[in-house]
């Protein structure tokens, strides 16, 4: 076994699980609004400084802190906040740093909820929002301006999974005082490391790959020790996403095998994607990690390995092609989300009731995610649905 792979069942495993009470191996769930002190001293301690106090679980919890400590060793980070859901880390980890007249740059093709924070809640403060591709560090320089204060970065994209060299834009923005914010869902702490390439925040959808079961929603925020005390002082205590300890419990269990499903979803998506790419009746495939793909070489430097989300073409402009596609999958259940341990698929133009409205570059892209199934069968499924594409 490498050192990283020691270091790394050693987090999952161990890490902050020391005089478990009564011995426990798994640790418990405690489920309580608040805590008790012996003493009129205990307790003004406990009130002076509620980020390092257990006072009330609307702000720490012991379980909810021991699932923080465990994702922040695994992003290498100091410190991490669990939120509700993955907007919410979002919108906590971009709110804290801006005021009226700031501006901001962001990808273009990021979460559609992270654009409504931009387009429409942001906005009401008087904070502007410039999108840009984000392939080259040029599209962010051109973007900048004299109030700019923050880059939302999301590498690979929603849906078209361009990438972001993150080094260049996290040293761009450093100089410049500008801060940096990463949705790193995609990658998962096992394959992308932003901190470590330089940027300043990085937020998770935990409902996605570290919850893996499809069961929680959550998300978590993971920075320095005094990011993450200023987002907890600023922006979480006065706002309230508290995640229930269950929910820590929950996706604590879950990241127990990271490791283990992260390789399997990565596998079945490379098998998935190269069989696609050969397929006549399919246009192009999305995925970072096809040796074709445009930004291939920046995928392999700057990450580990890939997930189980990708997208293609068909090489179709009729709806009714993508319709029957679709409803003839048999085993991709059709949903939202992804990073589970089932295959989804989401196509793009089932966002428009209105055929007529879709953008030429929706029309026929579909957003799969390879779940854990085994990759025959998976393969199978996705042949019959192509041969119903005229």
Known sequence: ?????????????????????????????????????????????????????????????PTVNLL??????????????????GVAAMSLAVSAYLKTGDHIVAVEDCYSWTRYLADTYLKRFGIECT?????????????????????????????????QNLKDV???????????VIDNTWATPLFQNPLELGIDLVTHSV?????????VVGGVIIGSD????????????VNGPVPDPMLAWLVMR????????????YDNAKTLTEYLSRHAKVESVLYPFLPEYPQYDLACRQMKGGSGLFSFRLKTRDIEDV???????????????????????????????????IPEDRLSLIRCHAGLEDSSLLLEDLEQALDRVN
């Open 1 to 61: 076994m490498t050192d990283k792979n020691k270091n790394l069942t050693a987090i999952l495993h161990h890490q902050g699980e020391q005089g478990m009470p009564y011995g426990a191996v798994s640790p418990p769930i405690f489920q309580t609004s608040i805590f008790c002190y012996s003493s009129f001293e205990e307790f003004q301690e406990a009130l002076a400084d509620e980020t390092k106090s257990y006072l009330y679980t609307r702000g720490n919890n």
């Open 68 to 85: 923080e400590e465990k994702i922040a060793a695994l992003e290498k980070g100091e410190k991490a906040k669990l939120v509700g859901s």
């Open 131 to 163: 999108y840009v591709e984000g392939t080259r560090i040029s599209d962010f320089e051109q973007a900048i301006r004299p109030n700019t204060r923050m880059i939302i970065l999301e590498s690979p994209t929603t849906f078209t999974f361009k990438l």
């Open 170 to 180: 996290a040293d761009m923005a450093r100089s410049r005082g500008i801060k940096t």
């Open 207 to 215: 409902s996605k790959y570290l919850g893996g079961n499809s069961d």
């Open 226 to 237: 005094k990011d993450i005390r200023h987002i907890f002082n600023n922006e979480f205590l």
């Open 254 to 265: 879950s990241i127990r095998t990271l490791h283990v499903r992260m390789p399997v979803h």
């Open 323 to 357: 319709k029957r596609f679709t409803n003839s999958l048999r085993y991709f259940k059709k949903a939202v989300s992804w990073g589970g341990y089932e295959s989804l698929v989401f196509p793009a133009a089932v966002k428009w009731t209105d055929p007529s409205l």
